[in-house]
């Protein structure tokens, strides 16, 4: 018998245009759930290497919102939040930014998002 491995569902949610943006928004404000959004680029090095950092963060904070968005694949959204760099985090409460990260920092990412998500906590999110 083969050893078994346990493949784990991702928990982050690819953003895959304006229209599933303002959908996943406009729901998790309506759960009063926290959003915490990875901003990145296939060809941004640092934030690429931030995924799987990004997956294993989603997983400890099972009632918040993960989201990933690709900068050059949705980019109205990340105009319209005034993205400019990559790896780019923002911590969303209720539809609006609380907070903002630049930068590949996995510590103050992890920092920020465990406080965050403790003084907000309340009901899970339901799965995306």
Avoid at 4 to 12: A, L
Wanted: overall charge positive; aromatic content about 8%.
């Amino acid at each position: 018998m083969g050893s078994q491995q346990q493949v784990m569902k991702s928990r982050v949610v690819k953003v895959v245009s304006s229209e599933s943006w303002e959908l996943m928004v406009t729901e998790a404000k309506k759960q009063g759930c926290p959003i915490v959004v990875h901003f990145t680029a296939a060809w941004c090095f640092p934030s690429v290497a931030m995924n799987p950092f990004f997956e294993e963060v989603a997983m400890v904070y099972q009632d918040a919102l993960f989201l990933l968005v690709d900068v050059d694949e949705v980019k109205e959204v990340a105009s319209k939040l005034d993205i400019k760099a990559m790896p780019t985090f923002l911590l969303m409460r209720e539809g609006a930014r609380v907070d903002k990260l630049v930068g590949a920092n996995p510590g103050e990412i992890r920092r920020k998002i465990d406080a965050f998500v403790q003084s907000i906590r309340s009901r899970s999110c339901k799965a995306y």
